[in-house]
């Protein structure tokens, strides 16, 4: 692995990012990535965050249009209610936070605690959780569903609304109709390697693939001989689709795990396309490549979010950040 050790990748990490990025604070002992130009006045303050290994999900979603403020936990493991109450602090302008959580057991109670302490101290919280998978309910990290892909669409779309001068409550409001709107599924064809493992951390022959892997490796709905990637397009949308039911159009996440190239993606993304056009479903916007990755992890998720004119426009509204830039 490309690292000094697996005590210091996460300190390594951080420090190159601030490196990389001027735009950014980084403030690499406490873990907290921030805006530079935060607080910004009176605007709502965005802040999310989660275990490191999955960039550049969130991280590499802090800028305008994006959030504010994003904490980076161990690998795979949730960030502490701290650093959630320092990144609170740091763009909290007066208008309130909202608090973006995936739906998993560390980080719902890190961040319900990191709630209430900002609280205490005079800062206004907002929460919305984001459990958009649909592959399995209750799994060795949730009481639930997981928190997936879903989590940059609430993070553009909700992150675009206080750019327009949206108070608290609309922002969550649009920020939990994302949320519920929004639904995912994954596939690994190889497992990840965690720094500290050294070794892939679950046993995935060649020969096969696993439908409805979680961001962690955790197990999905079951395993499968190899399939063509128009065989796994129609499996991961009609596992999609039957949940969701869109009437609206749709935005398209094809997103890779971190060790499938971008030229598998796109191909795998036509796939996605002829399948959502056989279904009669339509496509507002497509966005292909890595962005909620799981180390290195071979495979690819999909996700769709139902939009209507209001959430199209969030979307094509202006980002910058790190890992999604457009309109600026």
Not at 9 to 29: K, Q, S, Y
């Amino acid at each position: 692995m490309l690292i000094n050790g697996a005590e210091r990748v996460i300190a390594d990490a951080l420090r190159g990012m601030a490196e990389a990025h001027p735009e950014l604070v980084v403030d690499v002992d406490n873990r907290v990535i921030v805006r530079r130009d935060a607080p910004v006045a009176g605007k709502v303050g965005l802040v999310s965050g989660g275990g490191s290994g999955h960039e550049p999900l969130h991280g590499g979603f802090v800028g305008p249009g994006m959030l504010d403020a994003a904490c980076p936990g161990e690998v795979f493991t949730s960030p502490v209610p701290d650093q959630m109450v320092r990144a609170a602090a740091a763009v909290d302008s007066g208008a309130g936070v909202l608090f973006i959580v995936k739906n998993y057991t560390g980080d719902v109670l890190n961040f319900d605690m990191a709630a209430e302490l900002a609280e205490e101290e005079g800062i206004q919280v907002a929460k919305v959780l984001v459990r958009d998978d649909v592959a399995v309910t209750d799994s060795l990290f949730t009481a639930g569903r997981r928190g997936t892909g879903a989590t940059l669409f609430v993070e553009k779309l909700a992150g675009a609304a206080p750019e327009e001068g949206a108070p608290l409550d609309r922002v969550t409001e649009v920020a939990r109709k994302v949320a519920d709107c929004s639904r995912s599924f994954g596939v690994a064809l190889g497992a990840p390697t965690t720094p500290a493992k050294g070794s892939p951390t679950f046993d995935l022959p060649l020969d096969e693939l696993e439908l409805g892997i979680g961001i962690h490796g955790e197990p999905g709905r079951e395993r499968r001989a190899t399939m063509t990637a128009a065989e796994i397009a129609e499996a991961a949308v009609d596992a999609v689709v039957e949940d969701l039911r869109p009437s609206d159009p749709v935005l398209v996440l094809v997103n890779g795990m971190g060790a499938t190239p971008l030229l598998e993606l796109y191909g795998f993304g036509g796939e996605v396309a002829r399948v959502l056009r056989e279904r009669r479903v339509a496509v507002a916007r497509t966005l292909v490549g890595n962005y909620v990755t799981s180390l290195d992890m071979a495979g690819c998720s999909i996700t769709l979010c139902e939009v209507d004119e209001e959430l199209l426009r969030l979307w094509d509204a202006p980002v910058s950040t790190p890992g999604l830039r457009w309109g600026r």
